[in-house]
């Protein structure tokens, strides 16, 4: 049931506060590996039209988590790929140091690439991977831990080429089907029911089922950063499997990626997921957790030792992104883990 119209129920006040300042609207979910215990939709996914529990959201980096390396790890258990590949197996025009990067440093953000690159020159995939070079590297592979777009552009291009496949099949098969999302789908998508958001950088326009990241925008939605368009139901549906089911990887897989893959460096990170620490996303979740955030609002996290999960998707780089989302969303998280929403 959609509780947004319930005026005493604490999630659908507490996010329609976010409604005056943060952000236009929001749906979020929490639940547990037996299912949603509390979903609501709040505000507007345009200037016409109000939010609800169907709406697709551009869901931005949670790509990363949810698809590509859900996707890598799949492929992994089949025994398609290994995480000690280099790109250059799968990329041979590649240069040298980018081609000795590892897929294992990729998923981790340990490969040295920089954070982010494009050019408005760049109008396809081609274009992106002859744009980008060598000079895109700015530490070697597995000495330092920086977050980088570039990490899941080149992980996404080895997986196309280890299978001959899109990235869109890799997910329908490994991600999509097992995990019964069945509103989901890499973009662009039909701009009905969609969040919007703006391009204030490039476009200077409302985006309306158009990828707002913008090498997902020029690659297709095949980019591997960004680009899946969900609902809130489907990402609980997709929590759920990684929580108690083995449809989409296997426990001892699961199991392993709460683990720190980067004990010798100072930030932990697990394979395509962060992993709870500090305030991220609050002090009262495990630091065995796995949780994404996405750069047009969204989040989602999963704790394994309590048998919870919280989604929460905004469009609030609709207004921009100075709307103080981050102190936001550890208040959500913090009480979610309380149990104020149950």
């Not at 340990?110 to 020159?121: D, H, N, T, V």
């Not at 777009?149 to 098969?173: H, P």
Request: aromatic share 10%; proline share 4%.
């Amino acid at each position: 049931m959609d509780s947004s119209s319930c005026s005493d129920d604490p999630l659908a006040v507490f996010l329609t506060e976010g409604c005056e300042e943060v952000y236009p609207g929001a749906v979020a979910a929490v639940g547990r590996s037996s299912g949603i215990d509390r979903a609501v939709a709040v505000g507007q996914r345009d200037e016409t039209d109000q939010m609800t529990r169907s709406t697709l959201f551009d869901v931005a980096s949670l790509t990363k988590p949810v698809v590509t390396a859900t996707v890598a790890l799949g492929l992994m258990e089949c025994g398609r790929v290994a995480f000690s590949d280099e790109v250059r197996r799968y990329v041979p025009t590649v240069g040298p140091s980018v081609g000795n990067v590892r897929l294992v440093e990729l998923l981790t953000h340990s490969s040295g690439l920089q954070p982010y690159a494009f050019s408005e020159a760049w109008d396809s995939r081609a274009d992106v991977f002859a744009g980008l070079d060598d000079g895109i590297l700015a530490s070697q592979p597995g000495t330092r831990h920086e977050y980088s777009c570039l990490n899941f552009v080149y992980a996404a291009e080895m997986l196309r080429r280890a299978t001959d496949r899109s990235l869109g099949e890799l997910a329908a098969d490994f991600v999509f089907g097992p995990a019964d999302m069945t509103e989901s789908h890499l973009g662009p998508v039909d701009a009905s029911n969609v969040a919007a958001t703006y391009d204030h950088t490039y476009r200077d326009r409302v985006l309306s089922g158009e990828i707002h990241d913008p090498l997902g925008w020029v690659m297709g939605g095949e980019s591997g950063n960004a680009g899946l368009f969900t609902t809130v139901d489907d990402l609980a549906s997709f929590a759920q499997q990684y929580l108690s089911g083995d449809a989409l990887l296997s426990p001892a897989t699961v199991g392993r990626l709460q683990d720190d893959w980067l004990p010798e460096l100072d930030d932990r990170h697990s394979l395509g997921w962060r992993l709870g620490d500090g305030t991220y996303p609050s002090p009262n979740w495990s630091l065995s957790g796995l949780g994404h955030t996405g750069y047009t609002g969204t989040s989602m996290w999963l704790d394994h030792e309590r048998d919870r999960f919280a989604i929460l998707l905004t469009n609030q780089v609709y207004d921009g992104k100075e709307t103080g989302l981050i102190r936001f969303r550890e208040r959500f998280y913090a009480m979610v883990a309380a149990g104020r929403f149950d």
